[in-house]
Nanobody, 128 residues
Framework: QVTLVESGGGLVQAGGSLRLSCGAS????????MAWFRQALGKEREFVAG????????RSADSVKGRFTISRDNAKNTIYLQMSGLKSEDTGIYYC?????????????????????WGQGTRVTVSS
């Protein structure tokens, strides 16, 4: 069993920054592909950014490119999402996801169905 715990969400003004963290614990929680997804009220969950198990590869949604950066610290089993230039449309609940199955070291997964474990989410609210 794997447990994911997100933190760092909150209320921020448009143009501001936040840093989200997601700590993983349990079996198969280290050196795995992970990602951030988000869900706005009334909308489907969408991919935000993903990182390979080695940390060598990342991908971001077009809507956040140049503003959000995903990174990881495998020694701490933690991934991060540095968000800057926040916009009102970034408002939502941000979820951390982890794939427990095998992947290539540089593979980044962008589909929610490919992930096996999810955190409870952390709310980000951007006021305009």
């Amino acid at each position: 069993q794997v447990t994911l715990v997100e933190s760092g969400g909150g209320l921020v003004q448009a143009g501001g920054s936040l840093r989200l963290s997601c700590g993983a614990s349990g079996r198969a929680s280290s050196n795995t592909a992970m990602a951030w997804f988000r869900q706005a009220l009334g909308k489907e969950r969408e991919f935000v950014a993903g990182i390979s198990k080695s940390g060598s590869s990342t991908r971001s949604a077009d809507s956040v490119k140049g503003r959000f950066t995903i990174s990881r610290d495998n020694a701490k089993n933690t991934i991060y999402l540095q968000m800057s230039g926040l916009k009102s449309e970034d408002t939502g609940i941000y979820y951390c996801a982890l794939r427990s199955g095998p992947t290539l070291s540089s593979m980044v997964l962008t589909t929610a169905a490919m992930y096996d474990y999810w955190g409870q989410g952390t709310r980000v609210t951007v006021s305009s």
